[in-house]
């Protein structure tokens, strides 16, 4: 994790205004009783030089460890039952805005301002979002750390608003140092080294990613996008080697979009990028005229093998399925024929599973979910788009365009959330 | 105010984005429909162009229309009292951790979010301090909108934290802009001229400002040093015109620490700025030892003045009184030659009153507070330190010198806040 | 001048590297040996820190030692005249490519080699700039020096080529230090503080320097340009306080242009400059159509005041003459509205001594000899244009507009060069 | 070339005041037109225009015909022999200043001043570079254009004098756009990709850079520098794969120098490189006491096989040539166990080589010239200090050991230069 050694090296700011002498033990206890001192009135005279010390002192510490220090943070700042119950008591008898007041301070706990004076240690904000990273790992063995995870989440939402990000354009001109966490964050199409990047850097190509201002070098998101004519089908096309021109461009194909920072889950920046980037690709080049993006399809082909056969007669008749029953529950060698053979089938298959598989009245699929809450459309379905191990385990190589059409987004969305209604084109409706 | 013209300016990021036709209207009426739509599930998918519009429409409004907004955008998401009571029902009932979330989000309301929102707008937290600093203006004939305010204060805290700011030193290769600024926001000891902040860029000077990455160009809060040996004991010494070099210095004096930005009122900077300066002195510096200030005292003559004859006697005793009667509610010329000859009584009188007026068991005068509640102590007092009209209107031209003992800020402090016990150096203590 | 203290705080490269003792003296004789170690065979290998020592050695004499100084040096590398003389005859006996270079070195002598090497120490462009400086004092009292100073205009116009200056724009988010040497080396139209500054920084003003890399903050030369509707003709207009916008410009007065550095005597940039702003106004602003000047004509009033009565009989005849007396050899107070009342006739004067007052066949005034060699033609002559003491002191407060054709640049310079031809407007032909 | 891309993209500058209408054939005659136009007086007006349309026109053109450009220049502007004659005939007759300038003029010739002018073009500096790279490759073929190149190498050393040059410290917060070409330019001891670059950027590492302010991102020199324990002796431990710390180093060993520009051959800057880059590491690092080399011996095995059997016995005795006899016109695999067996055969054959062999009075070998000629003594001689294919094939695996004594290399360089006397160490004494 990046974010360590950027502690190891802080700067020792705090260090010299330490009168107190800390006792250098890097044990649990010594991290709470730091804690004790930060958030009391100690923590305003001498509060970066106490988080500072807190910050070394827990990077020293275990998982285990780390975990004993958030169930025993959580305990002493959650808030107090009892309080807020007597709070409440008395905010019912008088309904004061006084009495208001106190009530919300005792129903919101000490956790928030806890982790807005951590905040001050050095590289604060860097040593939070590690935090978080931890804390979501202990999680998974005591759900119960999840409240203390809420008020995380909270500030972060605060922290992260796109108000305060940068967004940068990332060339070939950027240092190595940033490119290389590039590669390394990429999950969507995993980018082998320097010169496989520099192929997503070219003319025909733009790359963005949103930064803060107290996390240097340390991309938040990035977004990839193609100049193409119309969207692109075929992801292969867009990241093999070569050297790309824009010149007859009409359509900019969003085709990844990557989230780097574990301490960052949920702190939602996806949508608010996208539609930055659209922003800045319009200035730069109005032959741009349309917005798209080439999806991926997680999760489908886990869905189609959980169905039975009955479950896929359902959906596409029995003629059709004896046609394609070779995808069922088999391997499937990457490009096989039959894929392409039967497209129309797959077709259906996917685009039911896009629209009509739905969890909460939304679609099951979560890239859909955020797309068609960005107020995008479905405007196709691709098969053989994803030519890859990967691709075929995961969708059986099908991806989707999603259309950003700039005069419609805010309608789409609104139906979409009140309305439950999902956006599609009309080369997509004959399957529907 | 800056703010203005920044927002005049602001990139039309958004404004592509923009489906919906904003009415374009620049009344209070469009300026609460288009905060509904922020507040509402539009603002998640549009919020960036919301925020804008809003910020634009804002702008058009006299402050009387800005006081009528800030009041129904008050009363519209204020904490809903009936709401709070049935939560507060519910929550003595069950005590369970659902119940009480949903009471904390009830008992917060809805302004907060609503700040937090408008932050997307481009350049959205210069419009908010701006913002604010109308707000304050209002409440001065409005006092129940100090509600609304306390949350822009709460997230103001959140955003301009420590952990944000970026400390930087001016000189005279920093911008004119900035520059411009600083002469303008110097308020302790006015700034004539670009020539005359050049004498407190030389060598023998510092100056350092804290700013917020997204406030570009703007200082919140700056300080002005001196080097000197000893700490310095007149003002017109530090800053009169001159070429000074720094070769036998071995003291740091900060002589005037000034805020920016009227919207930051209450959002304190001050006590974090100096103890960063303190180590980023020590770095450059290694021979300054020693860390003070030369401080005005604001209200000593009022509270002088305030006085009724035997009040004084009291103090100092009747002979004293008689040789300082002619300070008493009279008109003084600067430079007065008796000032000087009867400097013991009216020292007396000074830490008196530093030491001895209180309120809420704490000093009286908000300056000696602030020192004192950064655990500093106060070393000196000098008489004609500042020979001004400004200096003899505020206290005869009596200054004072508080001192970092850095080895000792944290027991100071703890002792004064917890024992209002005021710390005091050998040279006062025959004055006490 | 500023280049002194660049070279006190020179980072001391080459200091430690310095293996020899050196004497430390301060002396003509010091230098001297200096100058032969840099010349010789040790020049190589430790140039950097000998250059360095010289360059410190020379800033501690006095002008009449520095001159001591360029007379040794220019005895000692200029060229050697019997040494030329035998490789002459050498060269006229075999009329060899050897022998033509053996004799062009010697041709040359030592001094060029002697200025490059020179160049190697820390900040030594600066340090020759300021030595040139110097030099040109000294050819006052000394001229045999010029054969010196030809050496150093060779090498500055091959170093300060247009190839590698950098063009930059000068805005009120400039360096203080650098807008306060422009306020410092504008001569023409003076700027009396940073306020009158800010104004020539303005939305409807434009002000451009070329700097040179390796002389950082020092401006070589600038140019200060007005957007006004048809060429300005007040110069007091331009510059008077005030906030302007750019609305309805379509031109591009350029009202003053300054050599900066005394230095840089004859190694001509102005016209590069011109050129390449107008090439920058041409891309920013392409509503700027016509580019022209508002020129001063130095010199004008001197030459009137030389002339006898019948000399300017013979210009205008004795009927204006009459009513035109007042202004010969005579105190004129500004604004005197006989200026005014007889413009026609003033006017007529200007214009036969800007196109029939010739030296060498070009005009006697620099300015217009200036212009004209740009390719620019004499659009107008301005009665009353620079109401200052200045202006009338110079010129009866008239000024010229210059006008840039860039479609006729080329042609105009070329028949200025060849057949000395003088270019102007209708407007200036019925005065001829 | 990098050169091409640069001058392809060049901004507009100078199209714009393109008064004249250029042919915009791209042909030698065309090119020559415009070669005339630049040298006589157009080009004082235009020249920033001519320039441009002659580096485009250039750059279109064959190797070939670019050669013929190159001849007809060279024809067209080379000293008229029967001038110069003339010219010197006249000074021999007078012997004034005024005949020496006209003769020297005259001796120079024109090629200078046309390089001076072509400098204005957008980048022209970047198109010298590289036409000169064309020219190198002309001479090749045609000898009698070395004089003009002799021009081009006049004018790049006063350009690319060191006082012009700035020093960057390369890291992986370089832009890859730089860290690619310096990959592309090692060719001592070759770079892989960029992860095998990044070994050599670590903490135990330095590279370093020189770069012309206007020549953006492009390096013209750099040397790698490992920080050791004593002088390194194994070129495989220096840049095998892994995570190094400098803890305990002593010494900077640069084990690798490397110029980037063809077209800057023989415009020496090597030695200032490596004496700025001794003066860093002291600044940085005051722990480094040692500094020295670890360099290839490049041409040794060649000359090894270039003796007949006498001359190798001539030089280590009849019984050692017996049990080396294998490596004598041999193919010998890397790693052969014989090498390490009779190492001290091989080093005294070595050491011979560097030490006895020689041309002019000097080494014979170019690497060896090159660091004593910095005042460097030869400190040791490795056998398998270069384990690699290339390594065996130029000298059997073995290297050299430079050490730069600071307080010894005037004397040793002015030794070395004035009784051709090499400086080395006592273990290498014992091998002479």
């Known amino acids: 994790m990046f974010l360590k050694k950027i502690i190891d090296s802080i700067a020792d700011v705090g260090k010299s205004l330490l009168t107190k002498t800390f006792s250098g033990k890097r044990t649990v206890e010594a991290l709470l009783e730091l804690s004790d001192d930060l958030i009391s009135y100690k923590g305003i005279a001498s509060g970066i030089a106490i988080a ?13 460890d780390k975990k004993l220090f958030f169930q025993a943070i959580d305990k002493k700042l959650k808030p107090n039952m009892d309080l ?16 208001l007041k106190s009530l919300a301070t005792l129903a ?28 979501l790992r202990c999680i998974e063995t005591d759900p119960s750390l999840q409240d203390l995870d809420d008020d995380f989440k909270h500030l972060f939402r605060s922290w992260f608003n796109p108000g305060f990000l940068k967004l940068e354009k990332i060339t070939w001109d950027t240092k190595a140092a940033i490119l290389e966490r590039i590669i390394k964050y990429e999950k969507v199409h995993k980018i082998k080294d320097m010169d496989d990047l520099k192929r997503r850097l070219q003319e025909d190509r733009r790359f963005f990613a949103y930064f803060h201002p107290v996390l240097q070098d340390e991309p938040l998101i990035f977004v990839q996008v193609a100049f193409t004519q119309g969207l692109a089908t075929s992801i292969q096309d867009i990241i093999k080697p070569g050297v790309g021109t824009a010149v007859k461009a009409d359509t900019a194909t969003f085709y990844s979009i990557s989230n780097c920072q574990q301490g960052l889950t949920s702190v939602t920046l996806g949508n608010f990028l ?18 798209g993006t080439l999806s991926p399809l997680p999760g489908f082909a886990d869905w189609f093998n959980s169905l039975n056969d009955q ?35 797959i077709k259906k298959i996917a685009i039911h599973y896009l629209i009509k598989e739905k969890v909460n009245h939304k679609p099951i699929n979560s890239v859909t979910r955020f797309h068609l809450g960005n107020g995008a ?30 005069d ?3 309608k789409t969305h609104e139906d979409f959330i009140n309305q439950h209604k999902i956006s599609y084109s009309d080369k997509i409706k004959k399957y529907v």
């Open 52 to 64: 500072r010390e807190l910050s070394v002192t827990y990077q020293a510490l275990t998982l285990e």
């Open 84 to 99: 807020v119950e007597q709070k409440a008591v008395e905010f019912i008898k008088h309904k004061s805005k006084e009495h």
């Open 108 to 135: 919101e706990g000490g956790r928030q301002e806890f982790i807005r004076r951590l905040n001050m240690a050095p590289n604060g904000t860097a040593f939070l979002v590690s935090m978080r990273e931890d804390l």
């Open 274 to 291: 996208i539609k930055r980037v659209v922003y800045e690709i319009q200035q730069e080049n109005p032959k741009i005229k349309n917005f």
């Open 311 to 345: 479950g896929i007669i359902n959906i596409i008749g029995a003629e059709d399925f004896s046609k394609i029953k070779f995808l069922h529950n088999a391997q499937i060698k990457v490009g096989d024929p039959r894929i392409a053979e039967h497209k129309k089938i």
């Open 377 to 406: 459309s479905i405007e196709d379905v691709t098969i053989n788009a994803n030519i890859s191990d990967y691709g075929y385990q995961e969708s059986f190589g099908v991806m989707v365009n999603y259309i950003y059409h700039l």
């Open 408 to 410: 419609k987004l805010e």
